[in-house]
């Protein structure tokens, strides 16, 4: 169910970038400009890139260096595997932890023509990484529950 609600969110997004740009293009080249149109476009994509980060880990379609992992027993592999992901997950918690701390500090920030709240933007990588997060403990419970190879 997350998987879904997350693809409608960043499909939605891409759309919304997608049309505001396209809008913001057609009011230049009429001679009136959108002002606050590129800091909104921003905004949303960096919440589309975090949303999108998740769904690619969720679909094993991030990048990901497997030349040594490919040329060693299935045991080992599946022991290595495991331990990237204890390593992924506290690193995760690490960032998470900091990206609370400047989300709060960035709220006072007010960002150009829209005078929005800096913690906009910044909160999206305190929920990416939540996601994250999620993401990796799941895939490490699947690891662990897992007979054989992965």
């Known amino acids: 169910m997350y998987q879904r609600l997350e693809f409608a969110c960043a499909s939605l997004l891409l759309a919304a970038i997608v049309i505001l740009v396209g809008i913001a293009s057609v009011a ?84 150009g023509a829209t005078q929005m709240h800096g913690s906009y933007i910044h909160a999206s990588m305190l929920v990416g990484l939540a996601m994250l997060l999620r993401t990796m403990i799941v895939q490490f419970i699947e690891r662990i529950k897992s007979k054989g190879t992965i």
């Open 28 to 111: 230049r080249a009429v001679g009136s400009p959108i002002i606050w149109s590129v800091e909104i476009a921003q905004l949303l994509f960096v919440w589309l890139c975090m949303v999108s980060a998740d769904l690619a880990l969720q679909h094993n379609r991030h990048f990901g260096l497997s030349i040594l992992l490919d040329n060693i027993n299935p045991k080992i592999r599946k022991i290595m595997e495991l331990l990237n992901l204890v390593i992924l997950i506290f690193f995760l918690i690490f960032l998470l932890f900091y990206a609370w701390k400047n989300t709060v500090l960035m709220h006072p920030r007010l960002i």
